[in-house]
């Protein structure tokens, strides 16, 4: 039993220098030289490309109804036979309509993060119209903007396309 | 259609992880692999073992408990006293002790269920010292408990069945630090985090917006934590945060990583007995509850949110997308967290909570089958060859003769072991669910209301007790009543069946073979792999039945009513 207990606290220590420190700070070492940008967050000037923010205004693409707090992440985890759900869609819906957006189900829905940085492209081409008429600037125009911003499925099968909203408002604040 | 072109680029990188990665695997268990041999004696020397001396299964089972056991205690004190050590540049405090030992046992036990958010909760140092640290070594020990019950049946008259601190360091420095090593490196490319440097704020000038981005070294946990279907996240949003799963690719590395292991550990059983076929036979009854799993999953996502539709979005072209990220969409979120409850991981890339009512259904009942189609590192294989000495014994009791499994006769010791092992897990979900709803302190903790609020409880249990971590997460259980009560079903659920395990390596090894007659049940045709899925699928639904009809079923027929 004695012996158990030596060779389980030997090992224990072991491990924790092997697994718990030299291997995290090798793959670090190696995430810094090599990823140093995405190691560190994909961090821009105007935040990381990974985390959503809140965009308000008619002159800006909007994410989804997120919390976008990243020191809570996580989902509402609200049932889909949840009246407070059913509340929050259609406090959701009503609010799009209001700025002349037609909803699309990622636009009334939060994510499992409650940082989600993209929108669906349906998601983004429904604000193309309320984009353009506030910024006073071409449908077209806007329109070519969302196309040119949508990313596919890696190797054009492995998951959703989506539009990175912080790419699209960045690439909306140069077009004027 | 992406689901379709997901599903066979899995099957193809998972037969080449079961033929290579299977065939490696029983090399080293074998001892024929030395490549890692100066890092490895090292351990030995300190840890005074004599790695080819073996041990009887009780000596086996008492350095696994012991050795566990010191494990709990390491990891709830670099919890407890994280204030005071480095690697913590947020400066949180000290984890509190109801918490801590939740959190010890559950990584230990390789479940990683969470009951808080790593982001405002564990330093750097706990993160990578403690929690991962018990990603790789209860990930190791449960391949060890398979490898010493397949042991049980490869050999004749053998007082013993290996040793237990070599079958466990070979496991992580041979398989585990590997393999964790460059999944960790493909994360960090796709966007991970892998950085000590801490939380940092951005003040975005285009929208006024500011913000505080949590960080830490990410990427390296990241890889074991699927690997080693541990599944414990760094971050409370799992796999379905950014920085831990950022795209299509490192989803789909994510899946590919949790099923690995247990998909190969079936060439490594077949390698082992002698008998390919016979691995084979285990992985075709695994596949086939998984593959009908998987389709009520991704069916029940790929449709319409029923409180969606009732706010008056009609039109969801999408499906169900409350609680799920863009990038992922509903099929590959839903593939995910079907693997990860299939695989007793419990990570997950979107809130089971927000899935529709079978959805959840597949998520909850998949681990109600044991943890089994393919199960956990090690744990999978170990708890499907105890269902398939049930199997054999049924199979003998319906033409008369004695069973046997790979030449072994399955006699009463056998027979007993293999039902406590099978009964331990149900018993134990459905007792401590009763508690909970029967207690003040359990009822109020579910979020939402009606069967989905009994959902919540009943998940939970579940999910621990089948060391597989994932939540219907909108329970409240950081209280001191559910960081309590977990542990039991927690420790009951690893050791419980793994104590029956390790006895049956022990009385199969001692056993001679009987040479196959013609009358032997064949074990490696389609009517075994029947019977075998019969067994699991009745057992499940037998015990578990009448709990389900209050959560998930009875939501399923309430159309139209919202709680």
């Not at chain 2, 790695?51 to 709990?72: H, M, N």
């Amino acid at each position: 039993m004695l012996t158990h207990i030596r060779r389980s606290i030997v090992a224990c220590i072991a491990f924790f220098a092997v697994l718990g420190l030299i291997y995290p700070l090798v793959e670090t070492g190696i995430g810094q030289a090599l990823f140093s940008h995405q190691a560190n967050g994909s961090l821009t000037p105007y935040g990381s490309t990974l985390i959503g923010q809140k965009w308000t205004g008619p002159k800006w693409f909007q994410g989804r109804p997120d919390a976008y707090n990243p020191m809570a992440t996580g989902g509402t985890n609200l049932g889909p036979r949840s009246k407070t759900l059913v509340a929050d869609v259609t406090k959701q819906i009503a609010r799009l309509k209001k700025d002349g957006i037609k909803p699309t189900s990622s636009l009334v829905t939060t994510s499992g993060s409650g940082v989600d940085p993209d929108i669906s492209p349906s998601g983004a081409y429904a604000q193309v119209d309320a984009v353009a008429k506030a910024r006073g600037l071409p449908v077209s125009e806007v329109k070519q903007l969302v196309a040119s911003n949508i990313t596919g499925p890696e190797f054009g099968f492995l998951g959703s396309s989506y539009v990175n909203v912080l790419k699209l408002d960045e690439a909306l604040a140069k077009l004027k | 259609m992406g689901l379709v072109w997901t599903l066979v680029a899995l099957v193809v990188v998972l037969a080449i992880a079961w033929r290579f990665l299977g065939h490696y695997m029983a090399a080293v268990y074998e001892g024929r692999v030395k490549w890692a041999a100066f890092i490895e004696r090292p351990f030995y020397r300190l840890m005074g073992v004599n790695p080819e001396a073996e041990q009887s299964w009780q000596r086996y089972a008492a350095s696994l408990i012991v050795f566990s056991g010191i494990a709990i205690l390491a990891t709830y004190l670099i919890l407890r006293t994280q204030a005071y050590l480095p690697f913590n540049p947020q400066h949180l405090p000290n984890v509190t002790p109801a918490l801590a030992w939740n959190t010890a046992v559950s990584f230990v036990t390789n479940t990683n269920w969470q009951n808080y958010s790593g982001e405002t909760t564990m330093s750097y140092l706990s993160q990578m010292g403690a929690l991962a640290v018990q990603n790789f070594v209860s990930a190791s020990v449960g391949i060890a408990v398979a490898v010493a019950l397949i042991r049980g049946f490869s050999r004749k008259g053998s007082k013993t069945i290996g040793n237990f601190w070599t079958d466990l360091t070979r496991g992580i420095l041979y398989i585990l630090v590997p393999i964790s090593f460059i999944g960790a490196v493909i994360f960090m490319a796709q966007g991970a985090l892998q950085t000590l440097g801490g939380p940092v704020h951005i003040h975005d000038v285009l929208n006024g917006f500011n913000q505080t981005i949590p960080r830490g070294p990410v990427a390296s946990q990241e890889a074991i934590k699927q690997l080693g279907t541990n599944g414990g996240g760094f971050f409370n949003a799992n796999g379905a945060d950014p920085f831990e799963n950022p795209t299509g690719l490192t989803n789909f590395l994510s899946i590919s990583l949790m099923l690995s292991i247990p998909v190969a550990l079936t060439y490594t059983f077949g390698k082992m007995v002698g008998s390919i076929r016979q691995g084979v036979a285990i992985l075709a009854a695994m596949t086939i509850i998984f593959g009908s799993w998987l389709a009520i999953g991704a069916i029940a996502e790929h449709q319409a949110n029923p409180a969606v539709t009732a706010a008056g979005l009609t039109h969801q072209t999408t499906g169900n997308m409350e609680g799920k990220e863009v990038r992922f969409g509903d099929t590959s979120s839903a593939l995910y967290n079907v693997v990860s409850t299939q695989t007793s991981t419990g990570s997950v890339n979107s809130a089971n909570d927000s899935y529709n009512p079978m959805g959840g259904f597949a998520t909850m009942t998949g681990m109600m089958l044991g943890e089994v189609t393919p199960g956990g590192v090690g744990s999978g294989i170990y708890t499907i060859l105890i269902y398939a000495i049930i199997a054999v014994f049924i199979g003998g009791l319906m033409v008369g003769r004695t069973p046997e499994y790979l030449g072994k006769k399955i006699q009463a010791t056998e027979v007993k072991l293999a039902a406590l092992g099978t009964l331990v897990m149900p018993i134990t979900v459905l007792i401590l669910t009763a508690i909970a709803v029967s207690v003040h302190a359990g009822q109020v903790a579910p979020l939402n209301k009606g069967p989905h609020g009994f959902s919540e409880i009943l998940y939970s249990f579940t999910s621990v007790t089948n060391n597989n971590g994932s939540a219907f997460a909108g329970l409240s259980s950081n209280t001191a009543f559910y960081n309590i009560i977990q542990t039991f079903g927690l420790l009951l659920g690893r050791f419980a069946i793994i104590i029956p395990a390790l006895a049956l390596a022990g009385t199969l090894a001692a056993k001679n073979v009987v040479p196959a007659s013609l009358g032997t049940f064949r074990t490696d045709k389609p009517i075994f792999v029947g019977l075998l899925i019969g067994v699991i699928l009745i057992v499940g639904a037998l015990t578990f039945f009448p709990a389900v009809s209050l959560g998930p079923i009875v939501e399923q027929l309430s159309h139209g009513k919202f709680f």
